[in-house]
């Protein structure tokens, strides 16, 4: 980002968006795996919530607030 190699604002706003949705999009195959694992009783209640709520506090800083 920000290099001189010719890269306009455009392209690294657009480039910042594609990594945002690419995170995001992690996050919620983890938690889909983080309630696979739950179901399967692989870990209990209380490590499921401590994770999910840390996947949701990752998610919560990448997703933005529309019209910001």
């Excluded at 980002?1 to 690419?22: C, F, H, I, Q, T």
């Excluded at 840390?54 to 910001?68: M, N, P, Q, T």
Aim: cysteine-free; glycine content about 6%; aromatic content about 4%.
């Amino acid at each position: 980002y920000g290099d001189p190699s010719g890269e306009d604002a455009a392209d690294m706003k657009a480039l910042a968006k594609v990594e945002r949705e690419l995170r995001v999009a992690a996050l919620h195959a983890e938690r889909d795996e983080v309630y696979r694992l739950r179901i399967s009783h692989s870990i209990d209640d209380g490590l499921h919530q401590a994770l999910v709520r840390e996947i949701d506090l990752k998610e919560a800083s990448f997703v933005r607030v529309k019209g910001h």
